[in-house]
């Protein structure tokens, strides 16, 4: 059973445009939660991480916001570019420790147009 | 930057084919990991090692190998390529499992 949902699966916005992007997740525990960006054919990288109860984080124009009560992440991007067209990925983490495992969604695909 | 490389970026095999896929990272991490990804699945943990000589099982390993020569290479061997396993492989690598992965560019598989 897939622990981790993305919605929604594809989305199409206008440049210059705002837009969200969920996730939620049945993975306990529940460490951290990471978004990434895929862009085509290249590997993952790194947006943000968020660890407590209520986290929000900001990096740019992406912030991201993690309530760990409702199993329930957003990821939000403010003033899309084209470069912003990409799969964004959620995951998350279930153990600081050596033990743990990442949980990964299958991800949003993001498509940006002029 | 972590750095993580991968080759071949692409290759196609045929079925029953022997497949090496290649990991190198230069970050002194100790953690290395597998995966593959396919469309309306989110990244799945094939194989994983937290350093040289050492392997742990992920969750899809059958079928798969790998071998971790040294802290900086980690190695995914197909022995009997079947068409099920064309996908897109990316490898990552951590200082610690928990921390934040680092990951390759990925290898495009088609086993035809």
Redesign the interface.
Known sequence: KTQVEQSPQSLVVRQGENCVLQCNYSVTPDNHLRWFKQDTGKGLVSLTVLVHENDKTSNGRYSATLDKDAKHSTLHITATLLDDTATYICVVGDRGSALGRLHFGAGTQLIVIP | EAA?TQSPRNKVTVTGGNVTLSCRQTNSHNYMYWYRQDT??????IHYS?GAGNLQIGDVPDGYKATRTTQEDFFLLLELASPSQTSLY?C?SNR???A??F????T?LTVL
Do not use: I, K, M, T
């Not at chain 2, 309306?40 to 943990?45: A, I």
């Not at chain 2, 990951?103 to 990925?106: E, N, S, Y």
């Open positions: 993580v309306g699945h989110g990244l799945r943990l937290y990316f990552a610690d499992n928990y934040e992965q990951f390759g560019p990925g495009r």
